[in-house]
């Protein structure tokens, strides 16, 4: 459901779309009078959630981690093209508005982590923290789960990797520069695009390129690792700009490159669209028509092997620009091994300075 067909300002979603579990949906029809909505009448709501559980084993072959830890459900950076949206329809939310508006935090998390570690069964493998949405988006300022995340880590000698694209994983450079010390730390920072007026419309509330690439000079030089996620790669908006993200990249002192293209899995297709529809109408259509064409005709692609890399002709161009730039600029570049063998579990009561 529209808001009148106004923009959203500071949102990426410029709807509620219908949630599948759900037999009604909600929203405004009209907005009368206003030619920009400003969605700061709606101020983003955080709930506090106690799960049982906080590792999750990772089963999609098109994944290249093991188990994934989120501290949070929701992601207000709002991100236009996120593919975790439809998560957010298993609480009984829109993966549109309410994907970026209504953040499910678990406080818990840290504890949980501990529990999970201490389990004799547990086999160790590294853990992917944010495998669905940002363990630094704006809230973890406030809360901090992620900091306590990775003390946890830290005395357990936990081998984990970070997603994010905010450069608040600054802050917790003392306690990743230890870990990397022993090769127990990597960071991927996703970097979309180096236009800023692109970067506000297509992931609002995300930090700018250019303070990601501050930090990635920052953790480069405290000795953590980082590799560098240009994703989503999307045609007719950010593809030419690879290569300039490539050297902006490495010029920071990234150690390895990666890419996915765009894909618009379940209610994501619909968000999509009306981004699309909203911010670029001269070429939308186009947009539209060679997105699916990377995906067996339909921007609704699941099929895994082809869901991140795409197929056919535009598929095919876009790996090879890639592939020519990350071999200019990352030759002889790569993230180390991560050792496993340092894995330890500290006297219980060790960890209670961290509460």
């Known amino acids: 459901m529209t808001i009148d067909g106004k923009p959203v300002k500071g949102r990426g979603a410029q709807e509620q779309v219908a949630n599948r579990f759900l037999q009604r949906s909600y929203g405004i029809v009209e907005w009368e009078g206003i030619d920009e909505v400003d969605d700061t009448v709606h101020p983003t709501k955080y709930l506090i959630e106690h799960p049982r559980t906080i590792v999750n084993k990772v089963t999609s072959p098109d994944l290249a981690m093991a188990w994934s830890l989120n501290p949070?459900?929701?992601?207000?950076?709002?991100c236009a093209y996120c593919y975790a949206?439809?998560?957010?329809?298993?609480?009984?939310?829109?993966?549109?508005?309410?994907?970026?508006?209504?953040?499910?935090?678990?406080?818990?998390?840290?504890?949980?982590?501990?529990?999970?570690?201490?389990?004799?069964?547990?086999?160790g493998g590294t853990i992917s923290i944010s495998g669905n949405t940002d363990c630094y988006q704006p809230i973890e300022r406030e809360e901090g789960i992620t900091r306590r995340v990775l003390q946890v880590a830290q005395e357990f000698r936990q081998p984990i990797g970070i997603i994010t694209k905010n450069a608040l994983v600054v802050r917790d450079v003392d306690i990743l520069a230890e870990m990397a010390a022993h090769r127990l730390a990597t960071v991927a920072i996703s970097l979309t695009s180096l236009d800023e007026e692109l970067r506000r419309k297509l992931e609002p509330r995300t930090s700018t390129a250019a303070n990601r690439l501050r930090a990635i000079a920052t953790l480069t030089a405290a000795g953590v690792p980082v590799f560098v996620m240009v994703a989503p790669i999307i045609p007719g908006i950010n593809e030419q700009e690879v290569p300039a993200l490539l050297k902006a990249a490495a010029d920071a002192g990234a150690v390895g490159?990666?890419?996915?293209?765009?894909?618009?899995?379940?209610?994501?297709?619909?968000?999509?669209?009306?981004?699309?529809?909203?911010?670029?109408?001269?070429?939308?259509?186009?947009?539209?028509?060679?997105?699916?064409?990377?995906?067996?005709?339909?921007?609704?692609?699941?099929?895994?092997?082809?869901?991140?890399?795409?197929?056919g002709a535009f598929a095919e161009n876009i790996h090879r620009v890639f592939s020519v730039f990350r071999r200019r600029y990352f030759s002889g570049r790569a993230l180390p091994d991560t050792d496993h063998t340092l894995f330890r579990r500290p006297p219980k009561g060790q960890l209670d300075l961290f509460a």
């Open 72 to 78: 949070y459900q929701g992601c207000e950076h709002g």
């Open 85 to 123: 949206r439809p998560t957010h329809e298993y609480w009984g939310y829109s993966a549109g508005l309410d994907f970026e508006r209504v953040i499910i935090v678990k406080r818990n998390a840290p504890q949980l982590l501990e529990k999970a570690l201490r389990d004799p069964k547990w086999a």
């Open 257 to 311: 490159a990666g890419y996915t293209v765009v894909r618009t899995n379940g209610a994501v297709q619909d968000v999509f669209r009306t981004w699309l529809e909203q911010h670029f109408p001269d070429r939308a259509a186009k947009v539209i028509a060679q997105i699916s064409a990377m995906h067996g005709r339909k921007m609704n692609d699941s099929e895994w092997g082809r869901r991140m890399r795409g197929e």
